[in-house]
């Protein structure tokens, strides 16, 4: 089975604090996503990788950074947290292209 | 651009009844469908798939047929549980890229 693994559950970070977000697939999946999900607003894509070192922006990328160094880990940076930077924040891999992606479990981040 | 729109939720429904949660798209090309579910607190689950035309997608009771003609992707159960309750997503993928397009749920509850 696929995993996707994030790191971490529940977060509560300071606003103006530097966040890092990370996860991890185990199927040297070639593409990576980070999405945020917020009530009514379904999932919105943030940022995509589809290959170590590239970075494409998604939809709602202001605020926000990437960082691919290698093939199985995305991380997301919040430069500088801010409040309306509390939400769901869920990864997913996928191989190639109209393939499925795989989700990780969510971290819920809340920025106080 | 490619769009995916989901009927509005909340479902609710009875156990033991019929479920349609209807999905219609707008893409170029042929894009492959999916359907998601999330359970509360959780990330996305792949549900089924659909790759092509006439296709029928289906797991754990669920099915979905790709109708080209109509540009849908409608998912249907003929006997829904308490434990089916949970946010599904329909999605497609946009082939020109590497990203899944996702419409903003429809959130079902089984009462008993």
């Known amino acids: 089975d696929v995993k996707v693994t994030q790191s971490s559950r529940y977060l509560v970070k300071r606003t103006g604090e530097k966040v890092f977000l990370e996860c991890v697939q185990d199927?040297?999946?070639?593409?990576m996503f980070w999405y945020r999900q917020d009530p009514g607003l379904g999932l919105r894509l943030i940022y995509f990788s589809y290959d170590v070192k590239m970075k494409e922006k998604g939809d709602i990328p202001e605020g926000y950074s990437v960082s691919r160094e290698k093939k199985e880990r995305f991380s997301l940076i919040l430069e500088s947290a801010s409040t309306n930077q509390t939400s769901m924040y869920l990864c997913?891999?996928?191989?190639?292209?109209?393939?499925?992606?795989?989700f990780g479990q969510g971290t819920r981040l809340t920025v106080v | 651009g490619n769009s995916v729109t989901q009927m509005e939720g909340p479902v609710t429904l009875s156990e033991e009844a019929f479920l349609t949660i209807n999905c219609t798209y707008t893409a170029t090309g042929y894009p492959s469908l999916f359907w998601y579910v999330q359970y509360p607190g959780e990330g996305l689950q792949l549900l089924l798939k659909a790759t092509k035309a006439d296709d029928k997608g289906s797991n754990k009771g669920f099915e979905a047929t790709y109708r080209k003609e109509t540009t849908s992707f409608h998912l249907e159960k003929g006997s829904v549980q308490v434990s089916d309750s949970a946010v599904y997503f329909c999605a497609l993928s946009d082939g020109s890229s590497y990203k899944l397009i996702f419409g903003s749920g429809t959130r079902l509850l089984v009462r008993p």
């Open positions: 997913a891999s996928s191989f190639g292209r109209e393939t499925e992606a795989f």
């Open positions: 199927m040297d999946h070639e593409n």
